[in-house]
T-cell receptor, first 109, second 117 residues
Framework: DAKTTQPNSMESNEEEPVHLPCNHS???????IHWYRQLPSQGPEYVIH???SNVNNRMASLAIAEDRKSSTLILHRATLRDAAVYYC??????????FGTGTRLTVIP | DTEVTQTPKHLVMGMTNKKSLKCEQH?????MYWYKQKAKKPPELMFV???????INESVPSRFSPECPNSSLLNLHLHALQPEDSALYLC????????????????FGAGSRLTVL
């Protein structure tokens, strides 16, 4: 499966936007870009996904580079409840979902 | 119902015990997954069931035995485990394991925390 690279950790001030980057230079044409997050002591939670175009939902926005080799998850106003590990994952037509190491987001009050 | 329910939440077992973890969903999802997560590590895929048939086994030792009795239930039978098998076991489900699987999102349960003594 194609691999993703994310920073190990990031910090953000509360109420400010957060941009979480992900590199996936070996992405194939059929790979969807998925983001999940895992809050402490919980199972992972779906955040957003996309294929080629930028996507918005009530939780976040996903900006996908034109060549699809990188993407950015945007949280528009970070809250303390957004402190979590964020995973960027490439999902193919095969029935699997492999997690990378993720980015631990700390939100500073 | 948009949840995946896992029981028990916590399990302590000895190396000679036989126990089972249970996962249930009523969202009509036809793909179900088991993941293992060690502390401060990402989840690792163990098994995938697609339409109640085992479709992926990520070279998991035979002391872990999955079972999918119907489209709503997924079990993980545990026997002769080792202390290093202590971890959080996560169950997940997704809608259609067919051609559009890449777009399907997974819904995870809260996990069963297993301790092997």
């Amino acid at each position: 499966d194609a691999k993703t690279t994310q920073p190990n950790s990031m910090e953000s001030n509360e109420e400010e936007p957060v941009h979480l980057p992900c590199n996936h230079s070996t992405i194939s044409g059929t790979d969807y870009i998925h983001w999940y997050r895992q809050l402490p002591s919980q199972g992972p939670e779906y955040v957003i996904h996309g294929l080629t175009s930028n996507v918005n939902n009530r939780m976040a926005s996903l900006a996908i580079a034109e060549d699809r080799k990188s993407s950015t998850l945007i949280l528009h106003r970070a809250t303390l409840r957004d402190a979590a590990v964020y995973y960027c994952i490439l999902r193919t037509g095969a029935n699997n979902l492999f997690f990378g190491t993720g980015t631990r987001l700390t939100v500073i009050p | 119902d948009t949840e995946v329910t896992q029981t028990p939440k916590h399990l302590v077992m000895g190396m000679t015990n036989k126990k089972s973890l249970k996962c249930e969903q009523h969202m009509g999802h036809r793909a179900m997954y088991w993941y293992k997560q060690k502390a401060k590590k990402p989840p690792e895929l163990m098994f995938v069931y697609s339409y109640e048939k085992l479709s992926i086994n990520e070279s998991v030792p035979s002391r872990f035995s999955p079972e999918c009795p119907n489209s709503s239930l997924l079990n993980l039978h545990l026997h002769a485990l080792q202390p290093e098998d202590s971890a959080l076991y996560l169950c997940a489900s997704s809608q259609d394991p067919g051609a559009a699987a890449g777009a399907n999102v997974l819904t995870f349960g809260a996990g069963s925390r297993l301790t092997v003594l």
